[in-house]
């Protein structure tokens, strides 16, 4: 569990200046404004990129729980190998 968490941090630290970077339309929008209008718009970016990043979270955590089989499953399976 640890290491998945770690897991995630690191790729989302590694995205997040990937974040940085603005479209066309945004960029110039940016560069129009005035400085705390800039901070603004970023953060709002910021804001509009989380979600995806949860949906895939929980993506992920369901395919990885569904791959594992149950513990209780899994001793009933040894019990009846006997």
Known sequence: ???AAKRIAALFLLTASVAICQCV????TAAAQQVERQRVLNN???IMLAP???ILAGFLW???S???P???QAA?????AF
């Open 25 to 28: 339309m945004c960029f110039r």
């Open 66 to 68: 569904r791959n594992q």
């Open 62 to 64: 369901l395919a990885k």
């Open 70 to 72: 149950d513990g209780r």
């Open 44 to 46: 709002g970016i910021y």
């Open 1 to 3: 569990m640890k290491r």
């Open 76 to 80: 009933e399976e040894d019990s009846d």
């Open 52 to 54: 995806p990043f949860f």
